[in-house]
């Protein structure tokens, strides 16, 4: 199997039984499901509350991911590189590795509740070693990386035209594995760890390893590069050019181009060089100048022209890869925060609206929430003719938390009706303005 299905494998292979792994991101918007929801509950008469339940639970969840992300913002800025404010706040080195550890665990959380699946070591090692189909070869050495975490979210693929040697150099069709949203945190380490992990791994002087060093990271940013954590956010990227996405990659040429440029610029250098040769002997003998000046540019002019293929050949390859980081981001750095912030909230309430709708319809006994979550799968399936592993367990535990679904005495699952529950988020949203600011205007005397 071709390592770059890897990640595509594992997504959509299922077990051995037949079943299909699904995802848990559901690719529909809010307000095509509030619509539809809305259009459900018509044949009630409930739709206005309904309606208006959604909009309110809707604007909760923005008010609490807005806070989340306003924390996120303040760990980040210490190691954020586009910082544009005057730098104040100094911390202390254990409050710098404090607030790094509590930035890539909220992270990590922000990532799952946007339904994004996370990348391990052995997958991604196995991923960045993989042939590239566009023909694109990089290396990427991740020891340079104090911290690296790759996340994913759906799996997709695209369709590419090659020729095939094998076949006499006709196109054929190659179907490429693709992650169809990509998200990536690296923090360089120093350059004085650096430094003195070369000298102990190749055992040569600290002067020698840092000119290593230097050279290595020479098109990287040269200032406090070791300091910046970058986020980075990308769409529909082939799974095998993942090397694409890591700053420090190096351009290396494939086996065929190697073979390629051999035979073009050895053997016509070879040619030229002897063409040139039996002209200057014949000039020599013929004492003529003129021609013995012009073989010697003649064979000037061929070397040029093979090193000049060589290097558009190499610039070929970059501009491959400036086309993916052009057309295929985002989002950087604080705008990935934003970004997330805002995929992870869209999630919640999508599942919170679909777990709601169905219980306030249907209230349900705690063990036989399995089929609440198959009915809304099949609803889903059936609306918008989309397949997705639903997380009942999720929206239910903030659904439950916020005390708009209780569990009576009879383990019977309830909610509050529309109603009930818009008031109840109303209080919420007063106690919270109260909590962040201690009073609220005009309502000094009034219980929050």
């Known amino acids: 199997m071709n390592e770059g299905h890897l990640a595509e494998t594992k997504e959509r292979a299922g ?13 529909v918007t809010r307000f095509a499901i509030i619509d539809t929801l809305a259009n459900e509950a018509e044949s009630h008469g409930d739709r206005k509350e309904i309606t208006s339940f959604f909009r309110f639970l809707g604007q909760w969840r923005h008010l609490e991911y807005q806070q989340r992300l306003l924390e996120l913002k303040e760990h980040y800025l210490p190691f954020s590189p586009d910082r544009d404010t005057v730098k104040i706040l100094e911390y202390s080195e254990d409050k710098l590795n404090d607030f790094k550890r ?44 104090e911290e ?61 390893a840092t000119k290593i060093v230097r050279k290595l990271r020479k098109h990287l940013p040269k200032v406090n590069s070791g300091e910046h954590i970058y986020l980075k956010l990308f769409k529909n990227i082939p799974q095998e050019d993942l090397e694409m996405m890591f700053p420090n990659n190096q351009v290396r040429f494939s086996m065929f181009d190697k073979v390629k440029l051999g035979m073009t610029a050895g053997g016509g250098t070879v040619a030229s060089v002897a063409g040139a040769a039996t002209k200057a002997m014949s000039a020599a003998a013929a004492s003529n100048p ?33 086309k993916r980081l052009y057309f295929h981001s985002l989002a950087d750095n604080r705008g990935a925060l934003t970004l997330l912030s805002d995929r992870g909230e869209e999630e919640d309430v999508k599942e919170e609206f679909l777990l709601y709708y169905f219980l306030f319809r249907k209230p349900l006994p705690r063990n036989e929430l399995h089929l609440l979550d198959e009915e809304i799968e099949t609803f889903l399936s059936n609306k918008f003719n989309v397949r997705v592993d639903f997380e009942i367990e999720d929206a239910l535990e903030r659904l439950v938390r916020d005390e708009i679904v209780t569990l009576d005495e009879q383990e019977q699952f309830q909610t509050l009706s529309p109603s009930e529950a818009c008031l109840l988020l109303e209080k919420k949203w007063r106690r919270q303005l109260a909590d962040m600011n201690g009073w609220i205007p005009g309502h000094e005397n009034e219980e929050v």
Not at 153 to 174: D, I, P, Y
Request: aromatic fraction near 8%.
């Open 15 to 27: 077990d051995s039984s037949g079943s299909v792994a699904l995802e848990t991101f559901i690719p």
């Open 148 to 208: 690296t975490l790759v996340y994913y979210r759906g799996a997709g693929h695209e369709e590419l035209q090659q020729r095939n040697w094998r076949k006499k150099f006709k196109k054929e069709t190659v179907i490429v594995p693709t992650f169809k949203r990509l998200f990536l945190l690296l923090k360089l380490k120093s350059e004085d760890v650096r430094i003195s992990e070369v000298m102990k791994e190749k055992n040569v002087s600290k002067k020698k």
């Open 102 to 145: 509590e930035l890539i665990e909220a992270v990590t959380r922000l990532l799952t509740r946007a339904n994004y699946t996370h990348l391990d070591d052995d997958t991604l090692d196995k991923l960045l070693s993989t042939h590239s189909a566009h023909g694109l070869e990089l290396k990427v050495d991740r020891s340079e990386f």
């Open 290 to 322: 003129i021609t013995l000046a012009g073989a010697f540019i003649g064979v000037i002019a061929v070397i040029t022209r093979q090193v000049m293929n060589f290097f558009n050949t190499r610039n070929r390859y970059m501009l491959t890869l400036s």
